[in-house]
């Protein structure tokens, strides 16, 4: 997993969006017939501007509990404050005679997941400025697959990460439009993590963990003569990063890399030239003054600094096995 960082200007940008969005499903547009509608007062917003409409269906209870601000924080607020808003806003419609939990988790399918997640981020492609903004070359959870942004300009399909709901949508569909609820992965890692429970006491978060790529590394173990095994070291590992990586199922997602990208590094090692690694990385280049991480770069297609593994697949896994390749002597 990679550590995605604050991304403030994404956020600013989509919240502006997704608060006016859905201000106006709950509330209708502010006009002489509907006063205390919303209305943003930018002369450039789309939704306030526009003619969106109140999402139809919702229990008159549920809308009467989003305030201006609790709309905002379920937007903006950050992993650790999101269960918080959860819980207020649903502490706040079962307050109400008559509620149940399970007419609280209906609407909030119907608004946040049907009109707001399926409706609007994804089939109005909001879901592409999103995935440009943040700014992910590789799948946040594995690093093993591109995740470009591609839109097509002829308006036909195009190439877009999938955005994994950390908090499930089934568990938390409240928060299906919380931007920091919502991962850039690639399709096999979203569909594994869609069935895990995830908390932020036993799990690692990307947008939480800044700290993340080093809970947890990569090594390898004989598995035959001449065939070798990926493994994760346990040596160093927090529970939180255990946690993880079996949930995630790493490591049967790199299993099958065992024999391709693993037994390269190894050949380099041992078939040509016990030092041969080192040959490639220090002296390879001689005097052009070529710095560790464009060695790196050229030579395995991997970036070494942390905060550029989500350039290029497979960087952490590959820098970690080169790290104990070359302390074996």
Known sequence: MIYIGQQLQALNNYSSQAICWLSIKIKGRRTPRN?????????????CLGNGKKRSGLDRVFVGVFTDKAIKSLISAEPNQLIFEYDLLKASFLAIRGTTIKRFNKNCMLLF???????????????????????QH????????????????????????????WFSKTDYPLL?????????SCATCNTIKSKAKFNLNSFLHPYVDSNISSTYSFSYMPTGVHSNRI???KEGLNSKGINTVNA??????????????????????????????????????????????????????IEIDEDNYHKRPFSKFKKDIIKVLKTIT
Not at 39 to 44: A, E, H, L, R, V
Not at 146 to 151: G, S
Not at 176 to 184: E, G, M
Request: aromatic share 16%.
């Open 35 to 47: 006063p205390m509608g919303h209305n943003c007062g930018k002369k450039t917003c789309i939704y």
């Open 113 to 135: 997941v049907d009109s707001g997640y399926k409706d609007w981020f994804l089939k109005e492609k909001i879901n592409y400025s999103v995935a440009k903004e943040i700014d």
């Open 248 to 301: 995630l199922n790493l490591p049967m997602i790199y299993k099958g890399h065992s024999e391709k990208e693993l037994q390269d590094l190894i050949d380099l090692k041992y078939k040509y030239s016990e030092n041969y690694l080192t040959i490639l990385l220090e002296k390879t280049f001689g005097d052009l003054g070529i710095s560790e991480q464009e060695r790196f770069r050229l030579i395995f297609g």
């Open 176 to 184: 299906a439009l919380s931007f920091y609820n919502l991962i850039p």
């Open 138 to 165: 590789t799948c946040t959870y594995c690093n093993k697959e591109y995740i470009f942004v591609y839109k097509n300009k002829e308006g036909g399909k195009g190439m877009v990460p999938q955005f994994d709901h």
């Open 231 to 233: 493994v994760f070291k």
